[in-house]
């Protein structure tokens, strides 16, 4: 079983940046596939980013494509969002999720079923 639990979420003024983090615990994922999605209030959830297993693919959602990057550190079981420029329609709790070990999402990287673990979340508000 993994345990998957996000920071580094907080309060930002418009165009400020955050980094969130997403930490792993219980087994690895260093081989498995990562990303983040979001829900804003009232509203489905939504895809921000991914990453592969093997980190050389990488996905953004067209809203943030220029301002957000997905990286990971398979020594720190970690998988990391860096939001710039943020803006108020960024307002959302940020979740983190994790596929299978070696499961390809090139195909399916935006749908949340492609994810077996899921984080609490960490509110992210962008103040305008």
């Known amino acids: 079983q993994v345990q998957l639990v996000e920071s580094g979420g907080g309060l930002v003024q418009a165009g400020g940046s955050l980094r969130l983090s997403c930490t792993a615990s219980g087994r690895t994922v260093s081989r498995c596939p990562l990303a983040w999605f979001r829900q804003a209030p009232g509203k489905e959830r939504e895809f921000v980013s991914a990453i592969s297993w093997s980190g050389s693919g990488t996905y953004l959602a067209t809203s943030v494509k220029g301002r957000f990057t997905i990286s990971r550190d398979n020594a720190k079981n970690t998988v990391y969002l860096q939001m710039s420029s943020l803006k108020p329609e960024d307002t959302a709790i940020y979740y983190c999720?994790?596929?299978?070990?070696?499961?390809?999402?090139?195909?399916?990287?935006?749908?949340?079923?492609?994810?077996?673990?899921w984080g609490q979340g960490t509110q992210v508000t962008v103040s305008s």
């Open positions: 999720a994790a596929g299978s070990v070696y499961r390809d999402i090139s195909g399916s990287y935006y749908n949340g079923l492609s994810y077996d673990y």
